[in-house]
Nanobody, 115 residues
Framework: QVQLVESGGGLVEPGGSLRLSCAAS????????MGWYRQAPGKQRELVAG???????NYVDSVKGRFTISRDSAKNMVYLQMNSLTPEDTAIYYC?????????WGQGTQVTVSS
């Protein structure tokens, strides 16, 4: 059974930081591309950051220089370090894994940036 379990969300003030974690099980982690998506109320889900099985990174322009994605293959974990958060980063953040036609999602973790 494939599971992606996110953690680390919460309420943070503008300018603050959070670190999201995603624990993957039931997949051969090393061969999967991993990503973090987010969906704000009334908006479409968007890719925030991705890391391929080979370690290639990509970010949506709005988070470049503020967010960092990483993966730990020994622990089957993927992380999203988020710095300099703004209210526009408020959303549910989802962990995603993808290999060819196989794609899996976590249940999401809420991130709220507000004073």
């Amino acid at each position: 059974q494939v599971q992606l379990v996110e953690s680390g969300g919460g309420l943070v003030e503008p300018g603050g930081s959070l670190r999201l974690s995603c624990a993957a099980s039931g997949i051969t982690f090393n061969i999967y591309d991993m990503g973090w998506y987010r969906q704000a109320p009334g908006k479409q889900r968007e890719l925030v950051a991705g890391i391929t099985s080979g370690g290639i990174l990509n970010y949506v322009d709005s988070v470049k220089g503020r967010f960092t994605i990483s993966r730990d293959s020994a622990k089957n974990m993927v992380y999203l370090q988020m710095n300099s958060l703004t209210p526009e980063d408020t959303a549910i953040y989802y962990c995603n894994s993808r290999f060819r036609t196989l794609t899996y999602w976590g249940q999401g973790t809420q991130v709220t940036v507000s004073s």
